[in-house]
């Protein structure tokens, strides 16, 4: 192999390795047998939610996870594999590829990367079943809200009851 191919190929288990340290969650799978049309629908939606997919080697997949610290990874590397890679939302690649493989059944969640630990597929699909960030804040912030309103009520009768005397 000539050393211009050796360098391209390093440089790029270098570039994917940057990616597996600063994604806050990557979802390996293995998307034989989807169509055309398919993976097209599949990127847009992850592109909607700020998920970068690609399709990449599974020898350079397995370098760039060594080098990134992530032992573990070699046995999801077999087979055609695309690899979602979020900087973002930890949910939303597990929940986008979970989402699509019940429509899809060609599509086959393999494992993934959660804030830097290795993860199964049975935590990333688990991963894939709670809320987004945006819903999670939500919930919190109607669970801060409630005691103020409540409180607000109990003023408001107070008041109600105190004008009717």
Same mark, same amino acid.
């Given at each position: ?16 390795? =940057? #990616? ?21 629908? $599949?990127? #847009?939606? $992850? ?18 996870? #060594?080098?990134?610290?992530?032992e573990g $990874? ?5 087979? +055609? ?45 688990? $991963?894939? #079943? @709670? +809320?987004?960030?945006?819903?999670l804040l939500?919930?919190? @912030? ?20 105190? =004008?009717?005397?």
């Amino acid at each position: 192999m000539s050393e211009t191919a050796i360098a391209k190929k390093a440089a790029l288990v270098d570039d994917v390795t =940057e #990616k597996f340290k600063a994604a806050s969650s990557v979802v390996i799978v293995d998307y034989r047998g989807l169509t055309v049309e398919e993976v097209t629908n $599949l990127r #847009k939606q $992850l592109r909607d939610a700020n998920v970068e997919m690609k399709v990449i080697k599974n020898s350079i997949l397995s370098r760039a996870a #060594k080098a990134a610290g992530l032992e573990g $990874l070699d046995e999801v590397f077999t087979g +055609p594999t695309a690899v979602a890679f979020s900087n973002e939302d930890v949910v939303a690649p597990a929940k986008i590829m979970d989402e699509f493989a019940k429509d899809a059944k060609a599509l086959e969640i393999k494992g993934g990367v959660i804030e830097g630990k290795v993860a199964s597929m049975e935590e990333i699909t688990a $991963l894939a #079943k @709670l +809320p987004s960030r945006d819903g999670l804040l939500s919930m919190l @912030l109607s669970v801060l809200q409630a005691p103020v309103r409540n409180v607000a009520y109990a003023v408001k009768a107070v008041a109600e009851k105190e =004008e009717a005397a």
